[in-house]
């Protein structure tokens, strides 16, 4: 028995000797803690009037003296645009943060993110507006914080910026005039910037040739970047353009002509269209139009006076490819004649074309050396150059396939590399070759009779064809003398083309 006591009395004893606090044992589960990081610039003051109940808010200045002035209760010290790129993390003693919370004062609920910084555009309505952001960390055991880190936000709205898009207008050197010369259609492009972000321009306001108050016209800013302006009056006019956001801030008010920009023209004048033929002058170093001249003498000896029209295109043609085909698409035939040298730009122009003679428009062009190949508007299967020493002498005569009395023979020398092509008989439903070189001689650098000029068609549908497209790669003039004046003549066979050809 004594010893059973003596036991009992050690063993409470060895307890009370060897008791401790065991870290092991789990402790409370502890919510997450939040913070959150800014940076801005522009110091902003705010004074609270207890009576009113509202705030004052001073920027970039001195305060009021005897008004009290602080930054608001978890207020951000400084003014900042509506664009905002805020950074947060979070803590947990006793887990792992697994994502957040955060919503803005404009919000209805939480999001929940497992982000830790987030670019933000808030909805700015005013010339100076205050938000807070409100972010809390939820940890793994979804614990959240129950204090979540705020930042209250003094928010100045800023003005959109707007701006012609770069070459989207025509400059002095390009059309070599002070004056841009279009038809009735003309696109004008834009870019439009804001600090705030651009989603915040809501609105684009352009007017022609008058900014009254009721001459504007308003423009989903979202959707537009450009506007293609039609059925313009002939005469002088000028294109405005401004830019509205959601704070109902303007931007600056941009033009066309624009007076103050000397690179720029400082004339835009409409052209009429006259009848239904059009002649392109793609011969920007021609600065004396000599090869215009002569083009327009042609036509006006079969057509009349001023029953065509004329397109001098300079050494770039229109930004917008819808100017390129409405200008074509005004006219039921083109003649366009390309640079004796280079320079021309009718490779740009390839969709407009392809589009206009698929239409049913009547094509044709004078396109000397043919540097490309590669024309979706007259697929080619080879071209090669007839003269590799740059030189085809007067009197080589250029032989009709149609008829020996449109015969022509070279009336000056030609100084340039010209070639032969064929047409790639895949891609149209029906050619015709209308001139070939004369068959070589023991003197000449070509072998038997190479084609110089064709006509093709393209296959629209099953039963019409496109209109009729006519290549021909020897030059009709040099910009100094015109070149194809012997036997019938260039002029002749403009002739044919207009009253045979192009006149079904």
């Not at 209760?73 to 905002?84: E, M, N, R, V, Y």
């Not at 209805?108 to 700015?124: C, K, R």
């Not at 074309?353 to 080879?382: C, I, Q, R």
């Not at 100084?415 to 047409?423: D, G, L, W």
């Amino acid at each position: 028995m004594n010893r059973k006591g003596i036991f009992i009395t050690l063993f409470f004893v060895s307890c009370s000797l060897w008791e401790y606090d065991d870290p092991s044992a789990p402790i409370d589960n502890e919510v997450p803690e939040t913070y959150l990081s800014l940076i801005a610039t522009d110091t902003v003051y705010a004074h609270y009037d207890s009576t009113s109940g509202e705030f004052t808010y001073a920027i970039d200045e001195e305060p009021l003296a005897g008004m009290l002035w602080d930054t608001l209760d978890h207020a951000f010290t400084t003014i900042t645009t509506s664009k905002q790129h805020l950074h947060w993390w979070g803590e947990d003693k006793d887990g792992d943060i697994i994502g957040y919370k955060y919503k803005w004062n404009s919000d209805s609920s939480w999001t929940f993110t497992s982000e830790e910084e987030g670019l933000f555009y808030v909805p700015i309505r005013a010339d100076l507006d205050i938000f807070w952001f409100e972010v809390k960390a939820v940890d793994n055991d979804n614990l959240e914080d129950s204090t979540p880190a705020k930042l209250t936000l003094p928010i100045m709205n800023s003005a959109p910026e707007i701006s012609f898009r770069y070459n989207s207008n025509p400059f002095v050197d390009n059309i070599q005039s002070d004056t841009s010369l279009t038809f009735p259609t003309r696109t004008f492009v834009w870019d439009v910037t804001d600090q705030d972000g651009i989603e915040t321009v809501i609105d684009i306001y352009y007017a022609l040739d008058d900014t009254c108050d009721t001459c504007w016209t308003q423009l989903d800013a979202a959707a537009y970047s450009s506007i293609t302006l039609t059925d313009l009056m002939p005469g002088y006019h000028r294109f405005f353009v401004k830019a509205i956001d959601i704070a109902g801030a303007e931007s600056n008010m941009v033009m066309f002509p624009d007076s103050t920009n000397p690179n720029e023209p400082g004339f835009w004048r409409i052209m009429p269209i006259r009848g239904d033929v059009l002649l392109v002058d793609d011969f920007a170093q021609d600065s004396q139009n000599n090869a215009q001249n002569w083009y327009k003498g042609v036509l006006n000896s079969l057509l009349g006076e001023n029953t065509f029209s004329v397109w001098e295109i300079g050494n770039e043609l229109p930004y917008s490819s819808n100017d390129v085909s409405a200008n074509l698409k005004y006219f039921d035939k083109v003649f366009w004649y390309s640079a004796y040298t280079g320079g021309e730009t009718y490779h740009e122009a390839s969709s407009s074309l392809l589009n206009y003679v698929m239409g049913g428009g009547h094509l044709f062009l004078n396109a000397p050396e043919l540097k490309d190949t590669t024309f979706s508007w007259f697929p080619l299967e080879d071209a090669s150059v007839i003269n590799p020493s740059g030189r085809l002498f007067s009197g080589t005569n250029l032989e009709s396939q149609v008829h020996d009395s449109l015969d022509i023979s070279l009336s000056q020398l030609v100084a340039i590399r010209v070639k032969s092509f064929t047409p790639d008989s895949s891609e149209f439903s029906s050619i015709k070759n209308l001139y070939s070189i004369e068959e070589a001689d023991s003197t000449d650098e070509w072998t038997g009779s190479p084609n110089i000029c064709s006509l093709g068609r393209f296959q629209v549908s099953p039963t019409d064809e496109s209109g009729k497209v006519v290549l021909f790669s020897i030059p009709f003039h040099n910009g100094s003398a015109p070149v194809l004046e012997g036997g019938a003549t260039a002029a002749g066979f403009i002739d044919y083309l207009l009253h045979e050809e192009f006149a079904e």
